[in-house]
């Protein structure tokens, strides 16, 4: 048996679909459904049992879960603008604790959500090495808490034995249930939709135009290939990051959702709120050096082709899922 913690999530359920798509079903999936409506990412995927993220814990902490192959640890609270500390603490910080022990005390290779948050304003780059990881500095708690079990796997010898991955912008396919986490490819499809253009922060620094700040895309398809290939094909352990290594503008993201709606675009730049003057980052981009070191076997998608595919795959079309039915 496999679990996926975060199960009902976006790369959660998406990991469960990639399960699917080998062949392997025999999953329990982990999350708090609650009243939201992220339910709908499990209705046509293919999974043993659901359990509430309370009642998983419990069991952990007695080893009254068995045969388990492997933990996808993504549950999470996600969100970077959550200002209960110590709730982040628990949830996020404390609960991947007890998953890990778990985990190392019953011999179960595990793969764990870290962020890219953890990198703060980025002026320290976006390296996993050790140097760089020990001097981050996060700019909000959510990173924060990712970056203390990082820290914690440092400080106790543990990194050999787990595999935490730095996320970068992630969108695709399952994301419809996170508001105002969702990813900009998904608003901008709603916006043009609506109103047949986007708005764009303009630019306060002269050496970037308007629209013209850098990020990080991954598609969430690229995302599961990484994570599965991590759970099922090596045994390597430590820090990566997770995204293409090319940043693009968010005018090439823009125009990249446009295209893929077959719409002329027409962008519309506003002012940078007052609030994130001077917070707001302009780039990031992963490194991704270890694809080369470790013999990554699998290609990423482009940004045109991984909207395309989201666009036109599934928001234009009845179902929006991932499913493996």
Known sequence: MYIVTGGAGMIGSATVWALNQKGIEDILVVDNLASKEKWKNLVCLKYTDYMHRDEFLQKIKNDAIKDVQGIVHMGACSSTTEKDADFLMANNFHYTQ?????????????????????????????????????????????????????????????????????????????????????????????????????????????????????????????????????????????????????????????????????????????????????????????NMVWLKKYNYPYSFTSLEDGVKDYIQNYLLTNNPYLSSL
């Open 98 to 286: 007890e998953v890990f022990l778990f985990a190392q005390r019953n011999g179960i290779r595990m793969v764990n959500a870290s962020s890219a948050a953890t990198y703060g304003g980025g002026e320290l780059g976006f390296s996993t090495d050790l140097e760089t990881t020990l001097r981050l500095k996060p700019l909000n708690m959510y990173g924060y808490s990712k970056h203390l079990f990082d820290l914690w796997c440092i400080r106790n010898n543990y990194l050999d034995k787990v595999v935490n991955l730095k996320f970068f912008n992630v969108y695709g396919p399952n994301e419809y249930h996170k508001d105002t986490m969702r990813s900009v490819a998904c608003k901008a499809f709603e916006a043009i939709t609506e109103k047949g253009s986007l708005q764009l922060f303009s630019s306060d620094k002269p050496e970037y135009p308007h629209g013209g700040q850098q990020r990080d895309f991954v598609y969430v398809k690229d995302c599961v290939q990484v994570i599965l290939w991590f759970l099922l094909e090596n045994q390597l352990g430590g820090i990566f990051n997770v995204g293409t290594g090319q940043a693009r503008t968010w005018n090439s993201l823009a125009h990249a959702v446009f295209a893929a709606m077959g719409i002329p675009s027409k962008i519309k730049y506003i002012p940078m709120p007052e609030q994130l003057r001077g917070k707001y980052q302009y780039f990031t981009e992963a």
